[in-house]
C-alpha cells in the first residue's frame, strides 16, 4: 500500500524556538495533505488542508501564523511550528490523499511527538 | 451541525464478538471509513463503505446503513492485540473527513 512518512518521529525543543516537521508520500502523489493534532486521550483534530502549490486552510481556532504550512511538491508538505510554548506540545499527525487512485482512502504518517519545555 | 457519535468505552473478552455503533449526521456523504489506533500511534486503514451493506474483510467487518445514518464496526475471535481506539469518519460533501472522538476498546483476558 501507499507509504506516508513522517519526520521527526520525537523533538523536544526550548520554549519560543521553531520546530519543523516533515510529511512524505513515498510512491504517490499527495495532491492533498492534511495535519492533525491528538492531545492525550482525544481524538484527531484537524488542523488545517493542504494542497499542492497553494495555501493551506485553516480550521477554526489554529493560528496559521503560529502554524506554517508549505505544500511545495506533490509529495512533501511541512508544517512549522513557530515559537513553540509548552501548551504546542501534542502528537501531529499528517495523512495524505493519492490524488491519481483517489480511492478516498487517507494514508497517515507515523506522527511526530513533540514536546515543548 | 455536523456530527459523529461513538461509544467512548467498550471491554469485552478475548475470543468473542464486539460490535462498535456509529452514528452520524454531516453535510453530504462521501463514504465512512473506520481506523484503528494504538496509543502513541497514527490510525490504520480498516474499511470503508460507500454502499449500504456489509463488508467483510478477515476478523473486522463493517456495516452501514445510509438512511439511518448508522454503521458499526464487528471485531470477531477478539486477541489481546486488538485492544485500541476505533475512530469513525465520514467524508462530507465538501470531501473533508468529519472524525468521531472514537471509542476505547479494552479486551480482556
Known amino acids: 500500500g501507499a507509504v506516508v512518512s513522517q519526520h521527526p518521529s520525537w523533538v523536544i525543543c526550548k520554549s519560543g524556538t521553531s520546530v519543523k516537521i516533515e510529511c512524505r508520500s513515498l510512491d504517490f502523489q499527495a495532491t492533498t495533505m492534511f495535519w492533525y493534532r491528538q492531545f492525550p486521550k482525544q481524538s484527531l483534530m484537524l488542523m488545517a488542508t493542504s494542497n499542492e502549490g497553494s495555501k493551506a486552510t485553516y480550521e477554526q481556532g489554529v493560528e496559521k501564523d503560529k502554524f506554517l504550512i508549505n505544500h511545495a511538491s506533490l509529495t512533501l508538505s511541512t508544517l512549522t511550528v513557530t515559537s513553540a510554548h509548552p501548551e504546542d506540545s501534542s502528537f501531529y499527525i499528517c495523512s495524505a490523499r493519492d490524488g491519481l487512485a483517489d480511492t478516498g482512502e487517507l494514508f497517515f504518517g507515523e506522527g511526530s511527538r513533540l514536546t515543548v519545555l | 451541525g455536523q456530527n459523529i457519535d461513538q461509544p467512548t468505552e467498550m471491554t469485552a473478552t478475548e475470543g468473542a464478538i464486539v460490535q462498535i455503533n456509529c452514528t452520524y449526521q454531516?453535510?453530504?456523504?462521501?463514504?465512512l471509513f473506520w481506523y484503528q489506533q494504538h496509543a502513541g500511534e497514527a490510525p490504520t486503514f480498516l474499511s470503508y463503505?460507500?454502499l449500504d451493506g456489509l463488508e467483510e474483510k478477515g476478523r473486522f467487518s463493517s456495516f452501514l446503513s445510509r438512511s439511518k445514518g448508522y454503521s458499526y464496526l464487528l471485531l470477531k475471535e477478539l486477541q489481546m492485540k486488538d485492544s485500541a481506539s476505533y475512530l469513525c469518519?465520514?467524508?462530507?460533501?465538501?470531501?473533508?473527513?468529519?472524525w468521531g472522538a472514537g471509542t476505547k476498546l479494552i479486551i480482556k483476558p
Open positions: 454531516t453535510s453530504g456523504f462521501n463514504g
Open positions: 463503505n460507500v
Open positions: 469518519a465520514v467524508m462530507d460533501s465538501n470531501y473533508q473527513l468529519i
